[in-house]
């Protein structure tokens, strides 16, 4: 997303009076970087969590055990508990999150590198969505971080 278009986006909080944070697992805090990396963007951003662990999901923003153990730190349902948990932390309008493999593969069957979920909540409203990424490590986590931008985008649309 072009610095553009993403003040643009960061306008659009400050003249809603709203902000916006991060929960962060496998881009571990590029998303909050980028949105950092735009003037003024203090404005609109006052925390933003990185939660590499399961731990850390439970102790920051309140993933519940249950989830973990269930689904897994990899799974829809960590990406909305980490999307609503950010909001509610941070006392933010909206949040994003994302979780996800993004390499290298811990095994010759492991087929799981590239899969990322982003969740979004704004307002209260969650979406998540699933991805599959192809790339080396670091392509999967800047794709993730582009994706999380333009779900933030779709979001203030709502």
């Given at each position: 997303m072009s610095d553009d278009a993403l003040g643009g986006l960061l306008n659009i909080l400050r003249q809603r009076g709203e902000t916006v944070t991060t929960v962060e697992s496998l881009t571990a805090g590029l998303i909050s970087a980028r949105i950092a990396d735009i003037p003024g963007a203090s404005d609109v951003m006052k925390r933003a969590y990185v939660t590499y662990c399961d731990e850390a999901k439970h102790e920051m923003v309140g993933v519940s055990r249950q989830t973990l153990e269930t689904y897994t730190a990899v799974s829809a349902q960590t990406a909305q508990e980490m999307a609503i948990g950010g909001a509610r932390q941070?006392?933010?309008?909206?949040?994003?999150?994302?979780?996800?493999?993004?390499?290298?593969?811990?095994?010759?069957?492991?087929?799981?590198?590239?899969?990322?979920?982003?969740?979004?909540?704004?307002?209260?409203?969650?979406?998540?969505?699933?991805h599959h990424y192809q790339g080396s490590r670091n392509e999967v986590r800047e794709a993730a971080r582009e994706d999380a931008l333009c779900l933030m985008a779709k979001a203030l649309a709502w």
């Amino acid at each position: 997303m072009s610095d553009d278009a993403l003040g643009g986006l960061l306008n659009i909080l400050r003249q809603r009076g709203e902000t916006v944070t991060t929960v962060e697992s496998l881009t571990a805090g590029l998303i909050s970087a980028r949105i950092a990396d735009i003037p003024g963007a203090s404005d609109v951003m006052k925390r933003a969590y990185v939660t590499y662990c399961d731990e850390a999901k439970h102790e920051m923003v309140g993933v519940s055990r249950q989830t973990l153990e269930t689904y897994t730190a990899v799974s829809a349902q960590t990406a909305q508990e980490m999307a609503i948990g950010g909001a509610r932390q941070a006392h933010a309008a909206l949040c994003l999150a994302a979780t996800g493999y993004a390499g290298p593969p811990s095994g010759p069957d492991d087929h799981s590198v590239g899969l990322v979920y982003l969740g979004c909540c704004y307002r209260g409203q969650v979406t998540v969505e699933e991805h599959h990424y192809q790339g080396s490590r670091n392509e999967v986590r800047e794709a993730a971080r582009e994706d999380a931008l333009c779900l933030m985008a779709k979001a203030l649309a709502w």
